[in-house]
């Protein structure tokens, strides 16, 4: 397996290329203004790490929401309310 690195013009220029290389198991890395922005992996490879992917993001979004709470605790919500919510999302046990 082997990763390339391309702009995004040159991408977009080549994109069977790069569709064609995650095929084969390659990864490409997309970059835009000289940063790296998006990565072109083999489908298996994207399903093989999608629980540890959704796992993360999941990770983002409450370390984003924990921040915006230290800002404004205002913005937050007690916890009788949010229990109410996910026992009614089913998410958690009534006990």
Known sequence: MATQVMKSDEARVKWRDVLESAMVGNDTVIERYNR?????????????????????????????????????????????????ELIADGLLAND
């Open 36 to 84: 790296p922005t998006a990565v072109v992996i083999p489908f298996d490879d994207y399903t093989a790490i999608l629980e540890v992917l959704e796992d993360y993001r999941a990770g983002q979004r409450a370390q984003m929401a924990h921040q915006e709470w230290l800002e404004d605790p205002e913005s937050g919500e007690d916890w009788e309310t949010v229990k109410a």
